[in-house]
């Protein structure tokens, strides 16, 4: 069986030959360039080709060898990088993105790139709002390469997976250009404010699906991600999710499927403990949970697959990042892997990832042992 046959009778809740497994086919089951550096040396595998695939979190280009070697069945589609503004003095790495924002790494120890100047340093209004430049998602070159890179992908019969670009999330968006406390005001003082910034991602959004499923006749899996749960609540209250973010969460996957003319398969990526609005999820129309963070309160997987393992997918939740894999021996990751295939594996529904990205501090023999066990215990 190979991975194009295998993958959608997962996603159509069937048991295949063995369970998927994807490693880099997204942005959140990549691995950081650092732990990547260190899992190439363990294998004795050549550092000449390593590089950056993406810059604000800094994860590896997978070498197509490490692809064979772990059996994974799906490669990235990366949109192409904006023009940014770059400058670096030394001790510090920063850019300013294509809205103005400033983002900065220490080069010391900074693992990746965070938001440090905001658009707005006070709570804008919605008429201050509308003085802000919207990037054009609409250029063909916003999908520069990718017809050609999908369709080697599935020649090789693999699945490739489109990405949204950074920085058009739809709610996320909000923290990135206001600053995380102005957006949270936003939304409880000033909502109208806060939809003018959603509605205009929307429309920004609908416009780029609708082009990639033109440009891209191979494209069926796409990943969306809007962080609603951190961890030990959800960031907002589900009544304000349902209020503000749900009705356009709607809009999205609905355009979404209407541009894909039904084929698209919608891969939500949502951390944290975002139990409360799954079934606003599912409801909405996504086809697959990603990465079901196992390890924050609601997240019980035995819960997940009996509440909802007929309605969706679970992207992840493999094995814990934050405390199992860079911690654990080798042993008790092998333990902790055929933990969760054995609760979400049954009737297929299930594609087999770490729970985020693999960060610096994970061993290599963790991550080597984490996907012996998905091939030893991911058989049907």
């Not at 400033?102 to 709002?129: N, V």
């Not at 430049?133 to 050609?148: F, I, N, Q, V």
């Not at 030990?232 to 356009?248: K, N």
Request: proline share 6%.
């Amino acid at each position: 069986m190979n991975s194009t046959e295998r993958i959608f009778l997962a996603l159509d809740h069937k048991e295949a030959d063995r369970v998927p497994v994807d490693f880099g086919g997204h942005l959140i089951s990549g691995i950081h360039i650092d732990a990547y550096r260190k899992l190439l040396e363990y294998l004795g595998m050549s550092l000449d080709q390593l590089r950056i695939e993406r810059y604000r979190q800094r994860t590896a280009v997978i070498d197509e060898a490490v692809h064979q070697l772990f059996h994974t069945d799906f490669r990235p589609l990366v949109p192409p990088f904006s023009q940014l503004v770059w400058s670096d003095d030394g001790s510090r790495e920063t850019y300013r993105d294509e809205w103005g924002v400033g983002w900065e790494r220490q080069k010391d120890d900074g693992d990746y790139f965070e938001c440090r100047t905001p658009l707005f340093s006070e709570m804008p209004d919605e008429e201050m709002l509308r003085e802000v430049h919207w990037p054009d998602y609409s250029k063909p070159s916003r999908l520069a390469g990718l017809t050609h890179r999908a369709r080697t992908i599935c020649k090789e019969e693999k699945v490739p997976i489109l990405d949204l670009p950074l920085g058009l999330e739809l709610f996320d968006a909000g923290f990135n250009l206001c600053g995380s406390a102005n957006f949270y005001m936003m939304l409880a003082l000033d909502p109208k404010a806060a939809e003018y910034i959603m509605d205009r991602q929307l429309e920004q959004q609908l416009a780029w699906w609708t082009q990639a499923f033109q440009t891209i006749p191979d494209l069926s899996l796409i990943r969306i991600g809007d962080d609603l749960g951190a961890q030990d609540s959800m960031l907002i209250s589900p009544e304000m999710y349902r209020d503000l973010v749900l009705p356009r969460h709607k809009k999205l996957f609905a355009g979404i499927k209407t541009a894909s003319r039904g084929r698209a398969k919608i891969i939500m990526h949502s951390d944290g403990a975002i139990l409360p609005v799954i079934p606003d999820l599912i409801e909405a129309g996504i086809d697959c949970l990603n990465p079901v963070q196992y390890t924050v309160p609601g997240i019980d997987p035995v819960l997940l697959k009996k509440e909802f393992g007929k309605d969706i997918t679970f992207w992840g939740g493999g094995i814990d990042t934050q405390s199992i894999l860079p911690n654990a021996s080798p042993s008790q990751v092998k333990e902790e892997v055929r933990r969760q295939i054995d609760i979400l594996a049954p009737g297929g529904g299930f594609i087999f990832s770490q729970v985020h990205i693999i960060q610096k501090d994970v061993p290599p023999e963790n991550i080597v042992a984490m996907f012996e066990a998905a091939r030893e215990f991911g058989v049907y």
